[in-house]
């Protein structure tokens, strides 16, 4: 099962993308349709990783701190899901069986290996590749609702 946090964080990074003095997290999360106590947590994650900038009080929010286009959604994955996408079982291996014995290693380099190729996936885009094309796609089908 995913936790979706890397799907909400580059819908956040979207709409911060839109206006450089950011959103308060309640905007964000009503354009995701999340809580915002899930929200925070996540743009807690990016903070820490440089990635928004959290003011707070009154007229507080969020900001990206960097432009978008610099910030790659690898490094937003990173941020929000360092254990990768490819976890080992939780399961603790039979050692008596020569399978047993030898498959976290052999899996750890299997799971290594897919999460590289992801990030290398990811590296090729930024959040405002991610926004423009979203902006495009929400035009389009905005135009089709009204014409129904």
């Avoid at 009154?58 to 900001?63: A, L």
């Avoid at 930024?126 to 905005?142: F, I, T």
Wanted: with cysteine; glycine share 10%; hydrophobic share 40%.
């Amino acid at each position: 099962m995913t936790s979706g946090r890397f799907a909400i964080a580059t819908h956040a990074l979207a709409v911060l993308s839109q206006d450089d003095e950011g959103h308060a997290s309640d905007y964000v999360a009503t354009s995701i349709n999340t809580h915002p106590v899930f929200l925070r947590r996540v743009m807690s994650l990016l903070c820490k990783a440089g990635i928004v900038e959290a003011r707070e009080g009154r007229g507080g929010g969020y900001r990206l701190a960097q432009p978008a286009d610099r910030i790659k959604l690898s490094d937003v994955y990173r941020a929000v899901m360092p254990e990768g996408a490819i976890a080992e079982s939780p399961c603790e291996p039979n050692a008596k069986c020569c399978i047993g014995a030898g498959i976290r290693a052999a899996f750890n380099e299997t799971a290594a290996a897919g999460n590289e190729g992801l990030l290398r996936g990811l590296s090729k885009q930024s959040v405002a590749d991610v926004a423009r094309r979203a902006a495009e796609l929400g035009h389009e089908r905005a135009r089709a609702q009204r014409a129904k």
